[in-house]
């Protein structure tokens, strides 16, 4: 018989029910023999170094094609052959904001403000009194929240040169009290992510306003949980779903599945990009990165998650940018910018089946071959050095025997075959498949024969 291959993140809490996902592997619609495939991510190459003592990518943002980023305690810029240019010093830890208006880079840390002149390669702090976390640009202005519990929904604006503030100059969200947290922009509205409630705010020669009526009943997990691409925004809500907004609205498109896996954490990040058919989201905790991919949940007509790794933990990426060309991340611990790539693979790829079993009667059966179907023998691949592993549960997912090896073939090779033989008896099983090696991987499906 023919197992397909799953297509999503469906681990669930109780491992019985299901323990389905794919980790480095992204599931892709094919509409052939098999309506979905999996693929091997991108992997990351290195493009530039920032700092080399491992520090922390903390933010960046790109002026008129150009890359700026902070890393550790400096500003650099990158430039397109991956050049690093240091510049003044950056107080604090952890994430900063960074907006731009082709001019002046603002820089949040929730401590102090600066501002640094692209022109003249200047970093200034300006005049202020309240300082916040997150900084956003909207029609003509920089805009941050602030983070004081006792201003409920406030945040301040700056003049429209973008280098001048004024205490006075503050509006407040006030369809909900809650502690605003996040200034988004996107296609020129201003949204203030709370804690249980978001606003959209539009502009006037004065500053923001609100829109009427637009407003969202449920706010977001944490103050870098939100991220946008290709005409889409993407934030993990404080209620620990995934929403996608629509407009003034948002639909959730986690499973309870994802839910259960990421909680409402306030430490969560998210980035998103597009790649070859692919928009994803990236969705990170400190231990691990689900990503939802919402292109080809469209395609398959149901959502679609996988798991990205770095090293057996989260992903290395934090922040993501198309720029000279190239699709770039940040990388959250080593001070490296990367490029996202197909020409890299990642360090690990693996992928979990669901559960299946022989359903008629419930007999015990004998499982005699597994075979991987999959694309090989295109690649230059010595004979014997690239390998592919499979173990089996009998207890779903609780534990796995043995491991089993089986190698891949040399380039040409396109007939050959992956398989497992005498696997045992079963009633109920599922199988995991892992690769390690640096090469291509593509599956379609995977046969199983018994008696």
């Known amino acids: 018989m023919l197992i397909p291959v799953g297509f999503s993140y469906n681990s669930h809490?109780?491992?019985?029910?299901?323990?389905?996902?794919?980790?480095?592997?992204?599931?892709?619609?094919?509409?052939?023999?098999?309506?979905?495939?999996?693929r091997s991510c991108p992997g990351l190459s290195t493009f530039a170094t920032c700092d080399a003592n491992a520090t922390e990518g903390r933010g960046w943002v790109t002026v008129r094609g150009v890359l700026y980023c902070v890393v550790g305690r400096y500003l650099y810029k990158v430039a397109s052959d991956g050049a690093v240019t240091q510049y003044d010093r950056i107080d604090g830890s952890g994430i900063v904001g960074m907006s731009e208006n082709g001019e002046i880079i603002h820089i949040t840390t929730g401590n102090k403000d600066y501002l640094f002149d692209v022109n003249t390669e200047v970093l200034s702090t300006p005049t202020k009194t309240v300082f916040g976390y997150t900084s956003a640009y909207h029609n003509g202005r920089f805009v941050s929240e602030d983070p004081d519990a006792t201003d409920q929904g406030r945040f301040y604006y700056s003049g429209i040169d973008g280098t001048t503030w004024s205490d006075l100059d503050f509006a407040t969200a006030e369809q909900k009290t809650d502690d605003a947290i996040r200034v988004f922009t996107h296609k020129g509205v201003?949204?203030?992510?709370?804690?249980?409630?978001?606003?959209?705010?539009?502009?006037?020669?004065?500053?923001?306003?609100?829109?009427?009526s637009a407003y969202l009943n449920v706010g977001i997990a944490g103050r870098w949980a939100v991220a946008s691409a290709d005409e889409y925004v993407g934030f993990l809500a404080s209620d620990g779903s995934f929403r996608i907004l629509q407009g003034y609205n948002s639909q959730r498109v986690s499973t309870t599945a994802v839910e259960a896996a990421l909680t409402a954490d306030s430490s969560a990040e998210v980035l998103a990009y597009v790649e070859q058919g692919h928009t994803v989201f990236e969705i990170s905790t400190s231990t691990r990165t689900l990503c939802y991919d919402l292109t080809q949940s469209q395609l398959i007509g149901k959502p679609v998650w996988f798991e990205k790794q770095s090293n057996g933990g989260r992903h290395k990426a934090r922040f993501c940018v198309y720029v000279y060309g190239k699709l770039l991340t940040l990388s959250y611990n080593d001070g490296k910018v990367y490029e996202l790539t197909r020409s890299a693979y990642p360090d690990a790829r693996e992928f979990t089946l669901p559960h299946f079993a022989e359903d008629e009667n419930r007999r015990w059966g004998v499982l005699d071959e597994v075979e991987l179907i999959q694309r090989v023998g295109t690649a230059a691949i010595a004979h014997n050095t690239s390998q592919v592993m499979m173990r089996t549960s009998r207890d779903g997912g609780f534990t796995y025997g043995e491991e089993r090896w089986?190698?891949?073939?040399?380039?040409?090779?396109?007939?050959a075959r992956v398989r497992y033989l005498r696997l045992g008896r079963w009633r109920q099983i599922t199988m995991n498949?892992?690769?390690?090696?640096?090469?291509?991987?593509?599956?379609t499906g995977v046969h199983a024969r018994g008696r």
Do not use: H
């Open 13 to 38: 809490p109780e491992r019985f029910v299901s323990v389905e996902n794919a980790i480095n592997m992204q599931p892709e619609y094919a509409g052939g023999r098999s309506a979905v495939i999996l």
């Open 190 to 212: 201003l949204v203030v992510f709370g804690t249980r409630s978001a606003e959209f705010w539009g502009s006037d020669a004065n500053g923001p306003i609100p829109i009427f």
């Open 406 to 415: 089986s190698n891949e073939e040399t380039l040409g090779q396109y007939d």
């Open 433 to 443: 498949f892992r690769k390690t090696d640096q090469t291509e991987w593509t599956v």
